[in-house]
């Protein structure tokens, strides 16, 4: 191998559509179906924000979007974080500890293993929607 070369020797990741694996992406990419939903009022509150009527200022006339399963479902303890920690944390943060755990996983690596070694995991996410709203709560409580 030169140093130009790379291998990918695991991947996990977090799509909509309850899609965590491999086999599960594939199988949504070969349906041809797409994963865009109608937002859930456990997300927010959609109605207080909807009118059919495209020209009204601050209103939507849809709310679909690309849904993630389970955003509340994580295991602090596992990562050694507090409860009250992890309650804080944008839920994409606690996503990106999963996710890179689950790559290491996938591709047969311990934690142990991986330590001082010149092996890595890449990520990518982006999003200012929980910090907004973690800072209205703030906001209100204060």
């Known amino acids: 191998m030169s140093n130009m070369d ?3 020797i695991g991947m996990a990741f977090r799509f909509p559509g309850g899609v965590k694996t491999e086999q599960d992406f594939w199988r949504l990419l070969q349906s041809g179906h797409s994963a865009i939903t109608e937002i859930p009022a456990s997300r927010w509150a959609t109605e207080l924000y909807q009118d059919s009527e495209r ?4 209103r939507s006339v849809t709310f679909k979007a ?7 479902d994580f295991d602090a303890q596992f990562f050694r974080i507090s409860p009250k920690e992890a309650e804080w944390m944008d839920p994409q943060q606690r996503f990106l500890l999963e996710v890179a755990y689950e790559c290491l996983e996938n591709a047969n690596i311990s934690l142990s293993n991986i330590k001082g070694s ?5 990520t990518g996410i982006s999003s200012l929607g929980v910090i907004k709203l973690l800072c209205k709560h703030q906001n209100a409580m204060a």
Request: proline share 5%; charged share 5%.
């Open 6 to 8: 790379i291998a990918v």
């Open 66 to 72: 690309g849904i993630l399963d389970g955003v509340y």
């Open 118 to 122: 010149g092996c890595g995991v890449y």
């Open 55 to 58: 020209t009204v200022p601050g």
